[in-house]
DNA sequence: GCTTGAACTGAACACACGTTCAGATACCAT
DNA sequence: ATGGTATCTGAACGTGTGTTCAGTTCAAGC
């Protein structure tokens, strides 16, 4: 399919995934059809399959993809004590989140779309990403810095705060990145029961 | 449509709609046909159409539904000061989502398969609600007992972390009902800058 | 017992869906 | 120039979509 030289497939094939990204964010899965996408990319709709074997398997890469470079990405944070472990992962967070937001609304919001299988796929990498955040609220217990009377409901409640930064978020609004992600670091901080100096 | 004595179509509109809802919230609005609706029901296809003048208003007017519930059920909180009043709205959002996940569901997710007119109305519902905790939070935050660079921004930060609980929660689980609306009144709290009671 | 009318069926409407595939096209190495 | 191959078209496939409507059913009101 794809050649040592540059060929229209090297070009055609990131085109319909960039495609399929937007159009499945702003309208949803089922509510976008293969020709919307191929209209989008400026191909006949039969084009598409020599980019993918179907419909479900475009979502799940795309799916897939998000969620391993999440992962990729949060391997590179240096290690912390826990207080500073939660605020960079906290700024991490809502800096990588905001960076992709087509993805992230992708990632959350069609689990439901996907084939059982794949579905299991991805849920496992999730909660790989979760098992991060709280095995630093965990360690952050244990030497008695954070307050938290359950790590695992305080990782779902602190995810579910960071993400849903992606549902108002605007370029060029009032508060830039930097400001948002300090203010939304300090109340993770504040939640997890840690004083900050005054 | 309807007639004094109890007759059929008294039984059958109110199945539609919990039939609608079940299916739209498990599978989502685009993915659900009306065939599949009726089927719940019992009914063929047509006969939807005495109850509901197409597909978009059914789930028009689950999510009104929900959100004038929501309101009015926020109206009968009793006034507190700040800090007891967000106690009070924490306990207040969580139980109230937990008693209707399938509703929350939808209202969160099918917002962007409403047409234009009926997106606007449900968003000015959303935004009366969040006004309600802005003003909480506000009036904390001038009477010097909250923490908070920016009520906006905060408003949304703890309503995500709230509705995220029916993101995991589950009947019969590890957690009753009663700890978690205590958990995350706490972190709300916190996370707001409330220095709880030793 | 007859009439009325709401509740519902079953078939049909025009259109859109995901997917396949024979054939046209255009570019590459030889 | 020729053969080969990756790319793409355009039409077709069977199935499903939301919605309409003439006709059937059946219970209540007179």
Chains 1, 2 share one sequence.
Do not use: C
Request: aromatic share 8%; glycine share 6%; proline share 6%.
């Amino acid at each position: 399919m794809a050649r040592k030289t540059g060929s229209h497939s090297d070009i055609t094939g990131p085109r319909v995934r960039a495609a399929a990204l937007r159009l499945f964010a702003r309208h949803g899965y089922a509510a976008v059809s293969m020709r919307q996408i191929a209209a989008e990319v400026g191909v006949q709709a039969g084009a598409l399959y020599l980019y993918t074997p179907d419909k479900q398997t475009l979502l799940f890469d795309l799916m897939q993809g998000h969620m391993q470079e999440l992962l990729a990405a949060l391997a590179h944070l240096p290690p912390a004590p826990p207080v500073a472990a939660l605020n960079q992962f906290a700024r991490f967070h809502i800096r990588f989140h905001l960076d992709r937001p087509e993805s992230v609304f992708i990632a959350y919001m069609e689990l439901r779309n996907l084939e059982p299988a794949n579905f299991t796929a991805i849920e496992a990498l999730r909660r790989r990403y979760e098992a991060a955040l709280e095995a630093i609220l965990h360690a952050g217990v244990a030497e008695g810095v954070f307050t938290l009377p359950d790590t695992k409901l305080a990782t779902l409640a602190l995810i579910a705060m960071l993400t849903g930064v992606t549902n108002w978020y605007r370029e060029g609004g009032r508060l830039g990145r930097d400001e948002v992600e300090a203010i939304y670091a300090a109340m993770a901080l504040r939640a997890a029961g840690v004083i900050p100096p005054a």
